[in-house]
């Protein structure tokens, strides 16, 4: 192959690319766009609860836009049902896509709550009752100390801590490394909802 051809092949292949990655900013929608997305709050479909501040709004956007029916149904089943009359255990929502578990339970002691990740499933974490303390901290900046086993992964980490309460709900996504249940001074007995949503084959 002359020198010239191979000139001409790797301009042509520069331009598709360039075209590539233009067509891929094109698609994204910006930082503002998503923000106004969240605030705008269409995707709630009536739910009254806020997305908490810690959540990556990206990501949320990213993985909503991938399975639309999946979150739906979720936000569906928070705004129809009276959370605080339900019984703790499994509710099925989409077969083993997304269903919900309700616990009402102590929270722990700091030291008894281990870090933890999901590949299949992200997490929606909202309190019904009570008050507990999460950490959140990115995987790529944590420890594995247990391999993955379906479907968890669990870390040392150094993180930041939020105050879990009635009004905001958690999401948690493959990369979000979190430490739920630990007590907050007053609140002995928790109740909670934790839904599984099941990640995108692209995720």
């Not at 900046?141 to 993955?148: D, L, N, R």
């Not at 999401?171 to 909802?193: C, Q, W």
Request: net charge positive; proline share 4%; with cysteine.
């Amino acid at each position: 192959m002359s020198l010239q051809l191979k000139s001409k092949l790797f301009s042509i292949s520069c331009f598709v690319m360039m075209l590539v990655i233009h067509a891929n900013a094109q698609q994204h929608p910006s930082v503002k766009e998503i923000s106004n997305w969240v605030k705008k709050k269409e995707w709630a479909n009536g739910l009254v609860l806020n997305l908490h501040q810690s959540v990556n709004k990206d990501s949320f956007y990213v993985a909503y836009h991938r399975n639309p029916k999946l979150w739906d149904a979720a936000f569906a089943f928070l705004r129809d049902n009276n959370l605080d009359t339900m019984s703790p255990g499994k509710y099925t929502i989409i077969g083993e896509q997304v269903y919900a578990s309700i616990s009402e339970a102590p929270s722990h002691n700091k030291d008894e709550v281990k870090w933890e990740s999901h590949k299949n499933y992200i997490d929606l974490q909202y309190i019904i009752k009570g008050k507990e303390l999460i950490g959140i901290a990115d995987t790529s900046k944590a420890t594995i100390i247990k391999p993955y086993t379906p479907d968890v992964i669990n870390y040392t980490a150094e993180g930041k801590y939020y105050v879990a309460e009635q009004g905001n709900f958690f999401l948690f996504f493959p990369n979000n490394a979190h430490r739920p249940t630990i007590k907050v001074d007053g609140y002995d007995i928790v109740k909670k909802i934790v839904i599984k949503i099941q990640t995108a084959k692209a995720e």
